[in-house]
């Protein structure tokens, strides 16, 4: 529900083309992801009926976005996207490792290819790893 409130803002008020492109394709996505599974993503942190409104700290966020000004907008769509994504992300690796609802565990391994395959945690670390940070000193192999 956030993301495509969230999207559909975005879609009007983003400067950036193609953040206005991603807040579209978002709000697109999540009602194509609505009709995939009958039972809303909602209910996995619920454990009851879909939410029809969004809880506090959502509300919050999108009132963040509404109140602020052009040249921050962007910004704060970003930061924002970036926190739900990696939220949701989470929430699908749990469910799809343990939840109960038989659809809503096909829904989040289905979104979240790799998420109860053994190791996958282990071999994202491993890839995260081996990026070099910008300034950092690369260490030889062969020093202790």
């Given amino acids: 529900m956030y993301e495509v409130q969230a999207g559909q803002l975005a879609s009007m008020r983003a400067s950036m083309p193609e953040l206005k492109k991603f807040a579209k394709d978002m709000v697109r996505r999540a009602h194509k992801d609505d009709k995939r599974v009958e039972i809303d993503p909602c209910q996995i942190r619920?454990?009851?009926?879909?939410?029809?409104?969004?809880?506090?700290?959502?509300?919050?966020?999108?009132?963040?976005?509404k109140g602020a000004k052009d040249e921050d907008f962007d910004g704060r769509y970003i930061a924002q996207q970036i926190s739900a994504h990696n939220e949701a992300l989470i929430l699908m690796r749990a469910y799809a490792n343990s939840g109960d609802n038989a659809d809503i565990k096909?829904?989040?391994?289905?979104?979240?290819?790799g998420a109860n395959a053994s190791g996958y945690d282990q071999r994202?670390?491993?890839q995260t790893s081996r990026r070099r940070r910008p300034g950092a000193q690369q260490r030889n192999s062969t020093t202790r």
């Fill in 46 to 65: 619920s454990r009851n009926h879909a939410p029809s409104e969004l809880d506090s700290t959502h509300e919050g966020l999108l009132d963040d976005l």
């Fill in 106 to 113: 096909t829904f989040a391994e289905a979104t979240c290819p």
């Fill in 124 to 126: 994202y670390r491993s």
